[in-house]
């Protein structure tokens, strides 16, 4: 798979708006749909790729559309390669990986894609968790492990992109391997 040079991301607070944005952001530029569909809390994600200027019209037409139901709305560029394995579930962590655990939780899904975008481009790091709205109210968290000073960093970083979406950021300089089980 080639690699996503920018996505948008928009949540919403309705379900009937989220297709209607959605349909907005696909027919104002040329994107690829990642993700539509209905999170926790009666709320709507959509996340499309394509280049970054494309993906910028692509958003701000969804957020117009969508008008005062946008929660959560944001563009990156360069998507950082970790993103998406973390969100699958997939990246599994050898004892030798385990350092501090930094844990970020947002209010939004969107927002803890931001946060976790700028926690791997801050800092070296390895994201094993991303964990978006369902069975979680509609929020979102992170886990990242590495060495104490990097996810300090990545901790600052994340914070900073999750913006007012921020519930809480953690780090455990020495957790227990237990912690780090599925």
Known sequence: MAP???IGLLEVSSVATGYRAADAMLKAASVGLILSRSICSGKFLIAVSGDASSVKVATAAGGTSAGASVIEQGVITQLHPSVFPAMGQSVQLEKEDV???GVIET???AGIILAADAACK???IILFRL????AL???GFLLMTGDQGSVESALRAGKDAARGMLVNAVLIPSP???LLKD
Request: no cysteine; proline share 0%.
């Open 4 to 6: 996503i040079d920018s």
């Open 99 to 101: 350092g501090a655990l």
């Open 107 to 109: 209010f939004s899904a």
């Open 122 to 124: 801050a800092a070296d």
């Open 131 to 134: 964990h978006l709205a369902m």
């Open 137 to 139: 109210g509609g929020k």
């Open 176 to 178: 227990d391997r237990l």
